[in-house]
């Protein structure tokens, strides 16, 4: 029933910017925390940011810390990633997650997602 689906991934260059969003669906967006998370071929999926369901809250991977911004729009049911200052290291597939339950957990410890996105391939050319 929940479901996220993500959108705006593609190709830039080196030390452009690019914006990927994510809308939820299945239950209500305001008492959902949401995520980021990146992951290379062959690797483990890795945290980027987060945002709290309950006071707005962010945390980000230190990697990307003052180079990619989390921000929600609850009315229109959407968290977005604002890229900027891109490296060809970002290259990945960006998925938006969520917890099992609402109005659950803590987003300091970059765990207890349940729902994930489809992914949306960011190419960062060098």
């Known amino acids: 029933q929940v479901q996220l689906v993500e959108a705006g991934g593609g190709l830039v260059q080196a030390g452009g910017s690019l914006r990927v969003s994510c809308t939820l669906s299945?239950?209500?967006?305001?008492?959902?925390?949401m995520a980021w998370f990146r992951q290379y071929p062959e690797k483990e999926r890795e945290f980027v940011a987060a945002?709290?369901?309950?006071?707005?809250?962010?945390d980000y991977a230190d990697s990307v810390k003052g180079r990619f911004t989390i921000s929600r729009v609850d009315a229109n049911n959407t968290v977005f990633l604002q890229m900027s200052t891109l490296k060809p290291e970002d290259t990945a597939v960006y998925y938006c997650?969520?917890?099992?339950?609402?109005?659950?957990?803590?987003?300091?410890?970059?765990?207890?997602?349940?729902?994930w996105g489809q992914g949306t391939q960011v190419t960062v050319s060098s």
């Open positions: 299945g239950r209500t967006f305001s008492d959902s925390s």
């Open positions: 997650a969520t917890p099992g339950s609402p109005r659950t957990m803590s987003i300091g410890t970059h765990k207890g997602y349940s729902y």
């Open positions: 945002i709290s369901w309950y006071d707005g809250s962010t």
